[in-house]
């Protein structure tokens, strides 16, 4: 059984940036997916971002293109994602996950089979 745990996130005024990690208990297949997702409070989780561990894909939802980049370091099983230009609408626990058959379009949270326990991030105006 895979875990992940994530780290890295917290509180940053509206403008500022973040790294978030997600380090894998053991070696991830270069053929399995493993995105970021969101919750805020009152809303679905929500796809941030979706990377191919082996690379050739990689998503990101319109609501962060261009201020995230999801990338990893397969020696460290360790997933990140770098946040700049941070808005309030970013607040929100942050989680990744793993999923072994590989990466797609419109993937969604009942596509992933491993989960961390969240990190909180909070984005004040």
């Known amino acids: 059984q895979v875990q992940l745990v994530e780290s890295g996130g917290g509180s940053v005024q509206a403008g500022g940036s973040l790294r978030l990690s997600c380090v894998a208990s053991e070696y991830i297949n270069a053929g399995a997916c493993m995105g970021w997702f969101r919750q805020a409070p009152g809303k679905e989780r929500e796809g941030v971002a979706h990377?191919?561990?082996?690379?050739?894909?990689?998503y990101y939802d319109d609501s962060v293109k261009g201020r995230f980049t999801v990338s990893r370091d397969s020696a460290k099983n360790t997933l990140y994602l770098e946040m700049n230009s941070l808005k309030t609408e970013d607040t929100a626990m942050y989680y990744c996950?793993?999923?072994?058959?590989?990466?797609?379009?419109?993937?969604?949270?009942?596509?992933?089979?491993?989960w961390g326990q969240g990190t909180q991030v909070t984005v004040s105006s």
């Open positions: 990377v191919r561990i082996g690379g050739g894909f990689t």
């Open positions: 996950a793993l999923r072994t058959d590989g990466c797609r379009l419109a993937l969604q949270p009942g596509d992933y089979k491993y």
